[in-house]
C-alpha cells in the first residue's frame, strides 16, 4: 500500500471535564498550568456582567484579567487584532492562557486570541486553513449554550476585511474543555432552539452526504438521537438532564462534521451571515425551513421542533435585497465548494446553478 496524506491527522481536544458543577474546579485545572506569575485572561461573554452570574465565580489571581466582550454581532478579525495588542502592550509576558466562556461567538474569540498571541500581523492573514505557523497559548473553552460544536474544533470562525471564515489550524482546538450542563441556565428559548438546531443540522448534514464515512457518522447517529431526545420525543427528563444531552449532542456533532463537511443549509446561511449579518444558529434555521427537496427527512423532523416548541422562523429576509447584495449572497454561498460537493457529490455544479440559489433565498 502506497503511502500518502489522503486521510487528515486531525487533533482533538486533550482534556475535558464533565459534570453539573464542573465548573468549580477550573481554579485548580488551572494553577496546574499557571506559568510563575503570568496572567490567565478570562473573556466572558457580557451577559454575565451582573451580580450573581457565573463571572462572580472566577477566583482572579496575581495579573489576572476578566474582559467582557459582546456577542451580539460575531467576532470579526479586528476585534481579535484590539484584544491582542491590548494584551501584549498591558502585560510584560505572554499571558498563561485564554479562557473562553459563552457561546461559539465568545469560545472563537478566545481561539483567536490564543493564537494570534504568538503570530505575527492581523487574524485577517490566517482566515483559511493551515497558514498559522506557531504554536497558541494555552487555551480553555468553556460553552454556556450548546450546540456549535465549537469547543470541539479545529477552526474559529470570524469576518474579515474580505471574508468570513475561520482559522482552520492543528493549534486553534482548545487544550481543555470545561462542560458544566448547569451553565446553560439562562439561556432564552429561541436562542436555546436556533444553537441547538446547528448541532442537529451538523448532523443532518454530515448523515446526508457524500463524504460520510463510519467515523463521522458514529458520531453524527449520537448527536441526531441526542437531539431527538431533547428536541422531539416526549420523555420524562428534567431541563437539566436535557442541558446534559445538549451538550453531548453538541460535542459529537462538531465530531462528526471534523471528518466529514456540512452542506447546503450551512453554505447558504453563510450567504445570509455575510450580507445581512444574520447569525449563525438562526441563519441555519431560516435556510433549512426551505430544503425539504435536499434533506426531507431532516426537514420534516425540524418543522415538527419548531411546531413543538413555537419558535419564530424569521420570513422574508431577503424580499428587499438590491441586486447587488443579491449577487454577492450567492457568490458567497456557492463558493463554498466543499459544503456543495458534500451534499450533491462532485458534479454539484450542474445541479446547483446561480438561479437556484437566488430562487430560494428569494423564498426566505
Ligand atoms: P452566541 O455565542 O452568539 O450566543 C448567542 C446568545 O446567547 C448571545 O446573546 C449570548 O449572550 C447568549 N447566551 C450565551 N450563553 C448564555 C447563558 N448561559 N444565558 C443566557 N444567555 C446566554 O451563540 P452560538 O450560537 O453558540 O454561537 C454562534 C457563533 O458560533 C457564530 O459566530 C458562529 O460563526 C460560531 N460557530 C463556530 C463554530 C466553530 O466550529 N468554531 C461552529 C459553528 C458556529
Ligand atoms: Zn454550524
Not at 446553560?184 to 436555546?192: C, M, P, R, T, Y
Not at 431527538?228 to 451538550?247: A, H, P, Q
Request: glycine content about 8%; some cysteine.
Amino acid at each position: 500500500m502506497s503511502v500518502n496524506n489522503e486521510y487528515r491527522n486531525f487533533p482533538m481536544v486533550p482534556r475535558v471535564v464533565f459534570g453539573k458543577g464542573s465548573f468549580n474546579q477550573l481554579t485548580s485545572i488551572l494553577d496546574l498550568k499557571r506559568k510563575k506569575q503570568a496572567p490567565f485572561i478570562f473573556i466572558v461573554d457580557d451577559i454575565f456582567d451582573q451580580p450573581g452570574s457565573i463571572a462572580d465565580r472566577i477566583e482572579l489571581k496575581y495579573n489576572d484579567k476578566l474582559i467582557y466582550a459582546s456577542s451580539k454581532e460575531e467576532p470579526k478579525t479586528t476585534q481579535v487584532d484590539v484584544l491582542v495588542k491590548n494584551i501584549l502592550s498591558e502585560f510584560s509576558e505572554l499571558p498563561s492562557g485564554i479562557i473562553g466562556i459563552g457561546g461559539g461567538s465568545i469560545m472563537d474569540l478566545a481561539k483567536a486570541v490564543s493564537l494570534m498571541l504568538t503570530n505575527e500581523g492581523s487574524a485577517a492573514d490566517y482566515q483559511g486553513w493551515d497558514l498559522i505557523k506557531t504554536k497558541s497559548i494555552y487555551h480553555v473553552g468553556i460553552p454556556t449554550i450548546s450546540g456549535t460544536g465549537a469547543e470541539v474544533s479545529r477552526t474559529c470562525v470570524l469576518s474579515g476585511p474580505v471574508r468570513k471564515l475561520g482559522i482552520n489550524s492543528d493549534y486553534t482546538t482548545f487544550d481543555q474543555v470545561v462542560l458544566d450542563p448547569l451553565l446553560l441556565d439562562g439561556v432564552s428559548k429561541n436562542q436555546w432552539f436556533y444553537t441547538g438546531m446547528d448541532c442537529f443540522i451538523h448532523c443532518v448534514e454530515s448523515l446526508e452526504g457524500t463524504f460520510l464515512n463510519d467515523f463521522s457518522q458514529s458520531y453524527g447517529e449520537k448527536a441526531y438521537e441526542l437531539c431527538l431526545e431533547v428536541y422531539l420525543e416526549d420523555n420524562n427528563l428534567t431541563v437539566e438532564e436535557k442541558n446534559g444531552k445538549l451538550m453531548m449532542a453538541s460535542w459529537h456533532g462538531g465530531m462528526s462534521i471534523a471528518y466529514s463537511q456540512v452542506g447546503v443549509a450551512h453554505a447558504m446561511s453563510y450567504g445570509l451571515g455575510f450580507v445581512l449579518g444574520t447569525k449563525h444558529g438562526i441563519g441555519n434555521c431560516i435556510v433549512f425551513n426551505y430544503l425539504e427537496d435536499y434533506y426531507p427527512e431532516g426537514v420534516a423532523i425540524f418543522k415538527k421542533m419548531v411546531k413543538k416548541h413555537q419558535i419564530d422562523i424569521p420570513k422574508g429576509i431577503c424580499s428587499n435585497l438590491s441586486d447587488e447584495q443579491m449577487e454577492t449572497m450567492i457568490n458567497v454561498a456557492l463558493s463554498l465548494e466543499p459544503l456543495w460537493e458534500n451534499a450533491l457529490g462532485k458534479d454539484w455544479k450542474k445541479i446547483m446553478t446561480r438561479e437556484k440559489v437566488r430562487a430560494m433565498y428569494l423564498k426566505m
